[in-house]
């Protein structure tokens, strides 16, 4: 059965763009991160964007499919500098409500590419029948180990309240 460990935690007193971690050991067969968060700008949503060892130049691809509002929209993120991830609730949405997202990285020590599996409740809005839910797979085409993490709101910055944490997986 799999262990969790606490890698580390981070959180937002509403002036954060981006939670890092730093210094992740490669003792671990996986990693699992889980973000709470909600955003600051004046929309009922907002995007997350996750980056490995601070690059974002290019290398990265991915592929969802998105329920929102009624609709359900199957898309590839064409953009490579980054995972498009998910979206969280902003200011404009239903108060006092965060995403659930978890970002799946098996195998991030290895030599291989970095694959990354996403599932979130993004965004609800109890005023109207705007919600948001998703499920993505991404890749960063590179064989080096994983050792940081970048989880960026992609305007705007992290409420107050917004947390993630990191765990490393060991497989016993």
Same mark, same amino acid.
């Given at each position: 059965m799999p262990t969790f460990t606490l890698i580390g935690t981070a959180s937002s007193t509403g002036s954060t763009s981006i939670f890092t971690f730093t210094t992740i050991p490669s003792t671990y067969t996986d990693l699992i991160l889980y973000l709470s /968060? !909600? /955003?600051?700008?004046?929309?009922? !949503?907002? /995007?997350?964007?996750l980056y490995f060892n601070n690059t974002t130049g290019s290398g990265y691809s991915g592929k969802e499919v998105r329920g929102f509002d009624s609709n359900s929209v199957g898309s590839v993120n064409s953009d490579t500098r980054y995972i498009d991830t998910m979206r969280m609730p902003s200011s404009n949405a239903t108060s006092n409500t965060f995403s659930n997202i978890s970002f799946y990285i098996p195998n991030y020590a290895g030599s291989t590419n970095k694959s990354v599996s996403i599932d979130a409740a993004g965004q609800e809005n109890n005023s109207s029948s705007s919600w948001y839910i998703d499920l993505a797979a991404g890749l960063w085409s590179s064989t080096d180990a994983i050792n940081r993490i970048d989880v960026k709101a992609e305007v705007g910055n992290y409420a107050n309240y917004s947390t993630a944490y990191l765990y490393g997986v060991s497989n016993a």
């Open positions: /968060g !909600r /955003g600051t700008t004046a929309d009922n !949503r907002q /995007g997350v964007n």
